[in-house]
Structures are given as structure tokens and as C-alpha cells.
């Protein structure tokens, strides 16, 4: 049998053919595969050719993450101390970080564009707003950040002067604003107004939008589900939808307690 296939013609048998082959088909697949790797890596930097981070200090970061941007995160738990999740959106990279333990310098600022979530409608809550707007200004001036935006969760009654000094427009750092309630500042170029949106935080679900949602006609001029304090602004409120029957028109779900 072994002379049979010392020659055939003028063709030389080679033992190590077979293996030779073997490793070249191999040799081959490697190549593809790194290439294939780089070509991912490659479209993968492209893809993610802009990082943001944004950081939830407020239930509104909330609202933002999951309905806005439909994101998850995890852990599930919502009373969880540390609570993360990351998405992309076309070539745009987003993080997002939410909890009690997070807090200014104990964290990896990994964007060079943050959103800042804060709650501004009391003074308690301004005060440690500006705790982060400092950290905010601190990693500017450090060049770890380059662009700032604020999502606040506004005052009911307006009184958001405290935050005009850090606006870009003001002489400040902070790059665009999306403000809830109502602000006499709105301009659609660099403050925006928010809508208020859901309290996941209070079980309220995820709410997700359909076209008969979007486009059937409202059944109600306007709705109010809430607990009515005494001596607040909603008592003045309930008295102004009653007022000639309005409460007819809207859906009202009122209680005391």
C-alpha cells in the first residue's frame, strides 16, 4: 500500500499534505475571525462615537430612563442602594446611574457629557442640588466633563432664580435645561420645558405608548388623581374645577388623607 502512493506520474507524494491543508484552513479561519473582530471593533467605536452619563437624583431620572429611553435597570429592586443601566441610541452611548450611594467623587465619571438629574422644588432640595452643580463645575474646570445638562424637577410655584447663575448664558456651565411646570424662561433653544411624568417610584407602570393613545379623541378636558392637603393649592384647585361644573368636563379622583 505505502508504494502505491510514492509516485503517480510525476506528482511526489507528500505524508504531511493533509495537515498542511488542515492548517492552513485554519490559519485562514483565524484571519477571518480577527478580521471580523476588528471590523466589530471598528463599527463598535463608530457606533459609540459619543458617551453620556447620566446621573438620577431625582424620582423625574426615573421617568427619563425607563419611559423616555425604555431602559432597564438593575438590580430590579427599587429600594436597591446602587442601581445602574446603559443603552445606545444611534451613535450615542448612554449610561445611567441612580441610588442613595451615589454620590459626588464616590462614583467612575466614564462620559465626558453628563445630565444631571435634581430635584429644585423646596429649598432643602436646592441646597443639595447645588452640592452636585459644584461637582458638576469642579470636573469642567478639571476637563473630565466637557457639556453639562439639567433635567430639574421645577418649583410648583415657579421660584427657579436659584438656578440661572450656572446657565451657559449667565456666565455658567450648565448647557441646556429641561425645566418642569410651567417657567417663564422657556425658549426652546437652551431651556425646555419637561413634562413632570410617571411615579414608577410609587408602582405606577410603565406605560407603553400607542398609536390609539397618541391619536384617539380625550374622553376628558382634564384629569386630577391626588390626595388634597389642607390649606394647599390643590383646595384652590378643586374649587376652580367645580366652579360651573368643570368638574364635569374632567376626570376627578380626589382624597383627604
Known sequence: GFTDHVALGNEEWNPWEADEKNELAASEQRYEANLKML?????????????????????????????IFGGH??????????????????????????????????????????????????????????????????????RKIQRVAVVLLGSERC???????????????????????????VNEEDIFQWPLGVATYRSFPVVEPSWSMLHDPRSYLCNFLGTVYKNSSRETLMEILKHDGLDKLCWIAAREQ
Do not use: C
Open 159 to 185: 421660584n427657579n432664580a436659584w438656578i440661572q447663575p450656572y446657565l451657559k448664558r449667565n456666565g455658567g456651565f450648565v448647557n441646556l435645561l429641561f425645566i418642569t411646570y410651567d417657567y417663564a424662561f
Open 39 to 67: 471590523q466589530y471593533a471598528r463599527s463598535h467605536l463608530e457606533q459609540t462615537s459619543l458617551r453620556v452619563q447620566i446621573w438620577g437624583k431625582a424620582a423625574s431620572g426615573l421617568y427619563l430612563w425607563q419611559h
Open 73 to 142: 435597570l438593575e438590580p430590579a429592586d427599587e429600594t436597591a442602594q446602587w442601581r445602574e443601566g446603559s443603552q445606545k441610541a444611534g451613535k450615542t452611548y448612554f449610561s445611567f446611574l441612580t441610588g442613595p450611594s451615589v454620590v459626588p467623587g464616590y462614583f467612575s465619571v466614564e462620559a465626558e457629557h453628563v445630565v444631571l438629574v435634581l430635584n429644585g422644588r423646596e429649598p432643602a432640595k436646592v441646597a443639595y442640588a447645588t452640592q452636585w452643580l459644584h461637582y458638576a463645575r469642579t470636573l469642567m474646570e478639571t
